[in-house]
């Protein structure tokens, strides 16, 4: 293996003496604290900005969530005269209707049958918050479910989906 070659360096400062280098650490700890306060100032600016932002989609999520809620009302007053084989409509500016929506309910002796029926795969060298992975649930049959005292509830989950042009598109 070849020798490797220490290039000269031309923007090197030559430092005399020990006083000198500490002038150097000096600009050091200067420039860091410097690049701290920039930092600093750049987050307290997004904080800022966040908190702008969060205010204002806060407004919009309201008056949408009361628009949504009139609409749904609306729609369920007119039911009767929409074709029965549809869940949703097309509409000019986008799609009204309901979704088929579930979730898992479970009882306090849920986990402990849990345990139980799928006891093969306990761990015990952990310490963990031991709650009902309801996801997981979710993928059982209701057989299964009913064997530890949890049960799937499907509701109708009403939704409207605006047709939005992208942001670049206006």
């Given at each position: 293996?070849?020798?490797?070659?220490?290039?000269?360096?031309?923007?090197?400062?030559?430092?005399?003496?020990?006083?000198?280098?500490?002038?150097?650490?000096?600009?050091?700890?200067?420039?860091?604290?410097?690049?701290?306060?920039?930092?600093?100032?750049?987050?307290?600016?997004?904080?800022?900005?966040?908190?702008?932002?969060?205010?204002?989609?806060?407004?919009?999520?309201?008056?949408?969530?009361?628009?949504?809620?009139?609409?749904?009302?609306?729609?369920?007053?007119?039911?009767?005269?929409?074709?029965?084989?549809?869940?949703?409509?097309?509409?000019?500016?986008?799609?009204?209707?309901?979704?088929?929506?579930?979730?898992?309910?479970?009882?306090?002796?849920?986990?402990?049958?849990?345990?139980?029926?799928?006891?093969?795969?306990?761990?015990?060298y952990l310490h963990i918050k031991e709650s009902p992975d309801k996801d997981a649930l979710a993928k059982l049959t209701d057989?299964?479910?009913?064997?530890?005292?949890a049960r799937r509830i499907v509701t109708d989950a009403f939704f409207v989906e605006p047709a939005i042009p992208e942001v670049?598109?206006?």
């Amino acid at each position: 293996m070849a020798k490797r070659q220490r290039r000269e360096k031309t923007n090197l400062i030559h430092i005399p003496d020990w006083a000198y280098a500490d002038k150097l650490i000096r600009q050091i700890g200067d420039l860091q604290f410097n690049i701290s306060e920039e930092q600093a100032a750049a987050k307290k600016a997004i904080d800022d900005t966040k908190a702008r932002l969060k205010a204002k989609v806060e407004a919009y999520q309201s008056r949408i969530d009361n628009l949504t809620e009139s609409l749904d009302i609306f729609a369920q007053g007119r039911q009767e005269g929409l074709p029965k084989d549809k869940r949703s409509w097309k509409r000019a500016f986008g799609v009204i209707g309901w979704r088929k929506s579930s979730a898992i309910t479970v009882t306090k002796k849920t986990l402990e049958l849990i345990k139980e029926v799928f006891k093969s795969r306990a761990c015990h060298y952990l310490h963990i918050k031991e709650s009902p992975d309801k996801d997981a649930l979710a993928k059982l049959t209701d057989e299964q479910l009913k064997e530890v005292a949890a049960r799937r509830i499907v509701t109708d989950a009403f939704f409207v989906e605006p047709a939005i042009p992208e942001v670049g598109d206006k």
